[in-house]
């Protein structure tokens, strides 16, 4: 028998040691509920968690992101809808003004309420906000910048892609014109009694009328019709074929501003540019036609020009900047639309007077201003939201007036495309709401997986580890019971010394 090394005591020792580490980590996970609770416990399974936390998590806000997104164009679309609202109202107004039962301030009350609402549309374009940030005023949309200020009123398609596009201004649009070829002194009056038709608006001319009263007279019907009237201090040339054509200002057909009260030559002005636009101008009488310098008949009606516009090429052979080779151009006036049966359209504006003819210009298409939304737990798993801008300029209504049946005529076809046009960024923003809600249910299902997935691994099984923790706790019990009863041991030799 030995005394210096009890090596029953020290084994026992030892399994109550284990036993005793063992009760703890069962103790600290029923307390806990974690099955890890430090890398020693499971390391690879500590590092999958980890990752797999950082997923969950940012699952979770990319789902409170989209559902921002859609709170967004919620927004957006309740702004719109009273937009809808405004144009139908101004369409009916249109169609009211068209009737020509209606007298002059009849109309003016018509237009001041067109106008009205026009202005509301401006400012919800304007003034809607989300969060600080504007929804309507096109700051949420793609950019287009060009080398050229005669290019405005850009308005592209959700295929347009970024990109760098170029196109050739061959020639403006031009106004219908009708050049007065009589140099009216101011001290000249009307020879006779007469009625002036200027797009069907009829102004009464009395004998003796002084070139002031038959101006001022002129120059109200002729907004009635739509048209502008200036006097001139030279008739343009070649002044033997009147009437000239005219792009931007008056001083780009050669004609010279002036005074009415210093006399000179009248020039009739359509206020639309394009093919479309005529200006039917004619006198009853053939003595006060001869005065004023205009036709007492006009069987060929003037019209203006619309944009001559192609696309610009590079390489050999020719290939198109920017645009594909289905892509097609058709004018109106001074407006443009780009478009292929893809869906591809850009429209814009050339400004006349703006542009050198036959000049190139050049259009680059960015994602800058479109609204990003992280709808991912990872890098780059976005979402690109664009909202483009709804204003009366965009709409292309902030030039309607209804003062004449032609004018309203006009205005009914342009609240037409207004309401075509909202309904379209409606219809775009409804698309977007409806990818974002899927994009949370996903979100949400795969945050819910993941996180049965991390349970699995993380969670303790409550049961399990109760019947651990039993086995231990005994174990422990014994262990102390048993090496009380080792440390006895060596009392034996005691006996034999006796």
Avoid: W
Avoid at 262 to 270: A, E, K, R
Avoid at 358 to 370: F, H, L
Avoid at 464 to 472: C, G, Q, S
């Amino acid at each position: 028998m030995k005394i210096n090394h009890n090596m029953s005591a020290l084994i026992a020792n030892k399994r109550l040691l284990a036993s005793d580490k063992s009760l703890s980590v069962s103790i600290e996970r029923l307390s806990t509920g974690f099955r890890i609770n430090r890398a020693s416990d499971d390391a690879a399974g500590m590092a999958i968690s980890t990752k797999m936390k950082a997923q969950i998590k940012g699952l979770a806000q990319a789902s409170r992101n989209a559902s921002d997104g859609v709170s967004v164009l919620d927004t957006a679309d309740g702004a719109l809808t009273e937009v809808h609202a405004m144009l139908q109202r101004m369409r009916e107004l249109s169609v009211q003004a068209a009737n020509e039962t209606n007298t002059p301030d009849d109309l003016e009350a018509i237009q001041a309420e067109i106008s009205s609402l026009r202005d509301e549309i401006d400012r919800i374009s304007r003034d809607t906000e989300f969060n600080t940030k504007h929804l309507l005023d096109g700051t949420l949309d793609q950019r287009v910048f060009t080398d050229n200020r005669g290019i405005t009123r850009m308005d592209i398609s959700d295929t347009v892609t970024a990109n760098d596009y170029s196109i050739t201004v061959v020639s403006d649009a031009t106004h219908a014109v009708v050049a007065g070829a009589a140099n009216i002194a101011p001290a000249d009056t009307a020879p006779a009694e007469g009625v002036v038709t200027i797009n069907g608006v009829e102004v009464k001319i009395s004998q003796g009328d002084t070139f002031e009263e038959v101006y001022e007279k002129l120059r109200e019907g002729a907004e009635r019709g739509e048209v502008k009237l200036l006097v001139s201090a030279t008739q343009a040339p070649p002044a033997a074929t009147p009437p000239a054509t005219m792009a931007g200002k008056p001083e780009d057909a050669g004609y010279v501003p002036t005074d009415v009260t210093n006399g000179g030559f009248l020039i009739f002005v359509s206020d639309e540019y394009g093919s479309a636009t005529e200006l039917d101008l004619k006198c009853d009488d053939p003595d006060l036609a001869n005065f004023l310098g205009i036709p007492q008949d006009n069987p060929n009606v003037p019209h203006g020009e619309d944009v001559k516009v192609e696309f610009a090429t590079t390489g050999n052979p020719p290939e198109r900047v920017g645009f594909g080779s289905q892509a097609t151009i058709l004018a109106e006036g001074n407006y443009v639309t780009i478009s292929d049966r893809n869906g591809f359209e850009m429209k814009f504006e050339v400004t006349p007077g703006q542009i050198t003819p036959n000049s190139q210009v050049n259009m680059e298409v960015t994602n800058i201003g479109t609204m990003t939304l992280q709808i991912g737990a990872n890098e780059n798993q976005t979402v690109d939201v664009r909202i483009p801008e709804v204003s009366s300029r965009t709409l292309y209504i902030d030039k309607v007036n209804v003062c004449t049946v032609t004018g309203a005529d006009r205005a009914i076809t342009s609240f037409d495309g207004a309401i075509a046009k909202v309904s379209e960024v409606r219809s775009s923003i409804g698309a977007y709401q409806n990818r974002l809600d899927y994009a949370v249910s996903s979100l949400d299902g795969t945050e819910l997986n993941m996180t049965q997935a991390l349970s699995r691994i993380e969670d303790v099984d409550m049961a399990e580890e109760m019947t651990e923790y039993t086995k231990y706790n005994v174990l422990t019990q014994a262990a102390t019971s048993v090496l009380a009863q080792a440390n006895d041991i060596p009392q034996q030799v005691l006996q034999l010394l006796q």
